[in-house]
C-alpha cells in the first residue's frame, strides 16, 4: 500500500535555532497538507499545496514558518527560529484532487521537541 | 466558523460493553463528517465516513443534522477498540480538514 512518507521521525533542537521537515506525498496525488498536533489536541492546518501552489496558509505563522513545493511533489516545513511553544507532532498528508477529504493519506509524522 | 467539539478526551468501557464517543459540530451549510482513529504507535487512518453509511469494524456514525451531531458507536467494544479517535469535518471539495480535540477509548478486559 501506497504510504506518505515523512522524515525525520523526531526531531530534537534548541530554543532559536532553524529546524526543517521533509514529506514525500502518495505518486499523484496533487493536494498536500501539513498539520500540526500539540499534544492533547487534534491536527490543526498548517498550509494546503495544490501542486506548487499554497491553497491556505492562513494559519501559518509566517513570521517564523515556511512552505515549500516546488515541483509540486515533496515538500519541506521550515521553522526558524524554533520556540518552546513549536514542541508538537507535525503531520503531512496528500490527497488526489478527485478524492478530497475522503481520501486523505497521513504519514507518520515527525515529532519536534524544542528545548 | 467550522468547529468540531469531543466532549470526552477519555472513555473507559468493558470489553463487551456499547461504546458512544461523542461529535458536535458548528458550521452553517452542509457539512461532510468523517471519522479517524489512530492506534497506538500507528498513523492516523480514516474509519469512516458520513456519506458512505458504512459499517466499519462494527462501528457506525449517524448524522444528525437538527442535533449538529455526528456520535460514533458500537454495540459491543473489542479490546482492540482501544485507541484515539478523532471527529473532523470538511465543508466542500478539497477543503482541509477541521478536526476535534480526539477522544481516547480504553477498553478494559
Known amino acids: 500500500e501506497a504510504e506518505v512518507a515523512q522524515s525525520p521521525r523526531y526531531k530534537i533542537t534548541e530554543k532559536s535555532q532553524a529546524v526543517a521537515f521533509w514529506c514525500d506525498p502518495i505518486?499523484?496525488?496533487?493536494?498536500l497538507y501539513w498539520y500540526r498536533q500539540i499534544l492533547g489536541q487534534g491536527p490543526e492546518l498548517l498550509v494546503q499545496?495544490?501542486?506548487?501552489?499554497?491553497?491556505?496558509d492562513s494559519q501559518l505563522p509566517k513570521d517564523r514558518f515556511s512552505a515549500e513545493r516546488l515541483k509540486g511533489v515533496d515538500s519541506t516545513l521550515k521553522i526558524q527560529p524554533a520556540e518552546l511553544g513549536d514542541s508538537a507532532m507535525y503531520l503531512c498528508?496528500?490527497?488526489?484532487?478527485?478524492?478530497?477529504?475522503?481520501?486523505?493519506?497521513f504519514g507518520s509524522g515527525t515529532r519536534l521537541t524544542v528545548v | 466558523a467550522q468547529r468540531v467539539t469531543q466532549p470526552e478526551k477519555l472513555l473507559s468501557v468493558f470489553k463487551g460493553a456499547p461504546v458512544e464517543l461523542k461529535c458536535n459540530y458548528s458550521?452553517?451549510?452542509?457539512?461532510?463528517l468523517f471519522w479517524y482513529v489512530q492506534y497506538s504507535r500507528q498513523r492516523l487512518q480514516l474509519l469512516l465516513r458520513?456519506?458512505s453509511r458504512e459499517s466499519i469494524k462494527g462501528f457506525t456514525a449517524d448524522l444528525n443534522k437538527g442535533e449538529t451531531s455526528f456520535h460514533l458507536k458500537k454495540p459491543f467494544a473489542q479490546e482492540e477498540d482501544s485507541a484515539m479517535y478523532y471527529c473532523?469535518?470538511?465543508?466542500?471539495?478539497?477543503?482541509?480538514?477541521?478536526f476535534g480535540k480526539g477522544t481516547r477509548l480504553s477498553v478494559i478486559a
Open positions: 473532523a469535518l470538511s465543508s466542500f471539495g478539497n477543503t482541509p480538514l477541521v
Open positions: 458550521y452553517s451549510g452542509s457539512p461532510e
Open positions: 498528508a496528500s490527497s488526489s484532487n478527485q478524492q478530497g477529504p475522503y481520501g486523505y493519506t
Open positions: 458520513h456519506i
Open positions: 505518486s499523484g496525488h496533487a493536494t
Open positions: 499545496f495544490q501542486d506548487e501552489s499554497v491553497v491556505d
